[in-house]
């Protein structure tokens, strides 16, 4: 058995082709250019990569994108001046800072100063909380996990009833990704480190979301047969037949897990790319969202 491929990178162009036809019919009927800030604290080589990225993704869909560059030793309280002000700025409808923070900085508190309505990462406290409960709807929901809903879809699989297992716990991915399936009336088990026999709870899903960090961790003869799997794990691990000396690879074995699987998502051009284009999307709704007012 040979997994079919969740071509992530052909979802999101698609994603962002509408995008940018709706972005140019708003401009058409004279409505504002949805509008995407970025903080930057720090010069942190990969979150630099990822800011450079999604101001590219903007401008191919026609958003405006500002970016805010502040040095590593900005304080709290400059950091949170910088989202005030643009919590009032009516040009700017999405705001997003790019994690992690350079220590000493309140990472709740920094993300709690921005207004809900330009949410658009969806890490507002309220935001989760709404995911979190039963009748209620955020806002904004969190990128990647938005991301991973898309690709799972894709797949055609029924989630409701269906055995899930999210390795990893964080409030990036984790988490929401456990409560979105939990929406989806999925059966929902989130391992982690502390975990009782991985493999095992690993072989009994028919839906498996990794995001652990750690290169390789799940292996092949731990899937179910016809699994779904959903890798978000990007490691680098060493190559020297590689120009750059390494290559990107997940948190799931690729060559293993591919001939157990149904489906399974390739690192890169699987997870990531989605990242972006749902953040394109919230911005967009942000923008709707501010028209309504």
Same mark, same amino acid.
């Given at each position: 058995? /040979?997994?079919?491929?969740?071509?992530? *990178?052909?979802?999101?162009?698609?994603?962002?082709?509408?995008?940018?036809?709706?972005?140019?019919? #708003?401009?058409?009927?004279?409505? $504002?250019?949805?509008?995407?800030?970025?903080?930057?604290?720090?010069?942190?080589?990969?979150?630099?990569?990822?800011?450079?990225?999604?101001?590219?993704?903007?401008?191919?869909?026609?958003?405006? /994108?500002?970016?805010?560059?502040?040095?590593?030793?900005? $304080?709290?309280?400059?950091?949170?001046?910088?989202? $005030?002000? &643009?919590?009032?700025?009516?040009?700017?409808?999405?705001? +997003?800072?790019?994690?992690?923070?350079?220590?000493?900085?309140?990472?709740?508190?920094?993300?709690?100063?921005?207004?809900?309505? *330009?949410?658009?990462?969806?890490?507002?406290?309220? !935001?989760?909380? #709404?995911?979190?409960?039963?009748?209620?709807?955020?806002?904004?929901?969190?990128? =990647?996990?938005?991301?991973?809903?898309?690709? &799972?879809?894709?797949?055609?699989?029924?989630?409701?009833?269906?055995?899930?297992?999210?390795?990893?716990?964080? !409030?990036?991915?984790?988490?929401?990704?456990? +409560?979105?399936?939990?929406? %989806? !009336?999925? =059966?929902? =088990? +989130?391992?982690?480190? #502390?975990?009782?026999?991985?493999?095992?709870?690993?072989?009994?899903?028919?839906?498996?979301?990794?995001?652990?960090?750690?290169? !390789?961790?799940?292996?092949?003869?731990?899937? *179910?047969?016809?699994?779904?799997?959903?890798?978000?794990?990007?490691?680098?691990?060493?190559?020297?037949?590689? *120009? #750059?000396?390494?290559?990107?690879?997940?948190?799931?074995?690729?060559?293993?897990? /591919?001939?157990?699987?149904? %489906?399974?998502?390739?690192?890169?051009?699987?997870?990531?790319?989605? =990242?972006?284009?749902? +953040?394109?999307?919230?911005?967009? &709704?942000?923008?709707?969202?501010?028209?309504?007012?």
């Amino acid at each position: 058995m /040979s997994a079919s491929i969740i071509d992530g *990178k052909q979802i999101a162009e698609e994603i962002k082709i509408k995008i940018k036809n709706v972005v140019s019919k #708003r401009i058409e009927d004279g409505k $504002s250019v949805p509008g995407l800030a970025t903080i930057l604290v720090g010069n942190d080589p990969a979150s630099m990569v990822y800011v450079n990225s999604k101001h590219r993704a903007c401008e191919e869909v026609g958003i405006h /994108s500002f970016s805010y560059n502040l040095p590593a030793e900005s $304080s709290q309280t400059d950091v949170e001046t910088v989202v $005030s002000q &643009l919590n009032k700025d009516p040009e700017i409808h999405g705001i +997003l800072v790019q994690l992690p923070l350079p220590k000493g900085l309140d990472e709740e508190r920094i993300l709690s100063t921005i207004s809900l309505e *330009k949410d658009v990462d969806g890490f507002h406290p309220i !935001n989760i909380g #709404r995911l979190a409960q039963k009748g209620r709807e955020p806002l904004f929901i969190p990128c =990647t996990p938005a991301g991973v809903m898309v690709l &799972l879809e894709s797949t055609g699989i029924q989630l409701s009833g269906a055995k899930a297992v999210v390795l990893g716990r964080s !409030n990036i991915v984790g988490m929401p990704v456990a +409560l979105l399936l939990t929406k %989806a !009336n999925a =059966t929902v =088990t +989130l391992c982690h480190s #502390r975990t009782r026999d991985l493999p095992h709870e690993i072989s009994q899903a028919d839906i498996v979301i990794a995001a652990i960090g750690k290169p !390789n961790m799940v292996k092949g003869d731990w899937i *179910k047969p016809g699994a779904v799997i959903i890798d978000v794990g990007i490691n680098r691990v060493e190559d020297a037949t590689r *120009k #750059r000396g390494y290559r990107l690879v997940g948190d799931v074995d690729f060559d293993s897990a /591919s001939q157990v699987a149904g %489906a399974i998502t390739p690192v890169p051009g699987g997870v990531g790319v989605m =990242t972006i284009a749902m +953040l394109l999307q919230n911005t967009l &709704l942000a923008a709707e969202l501010a028209d309504s007012k």
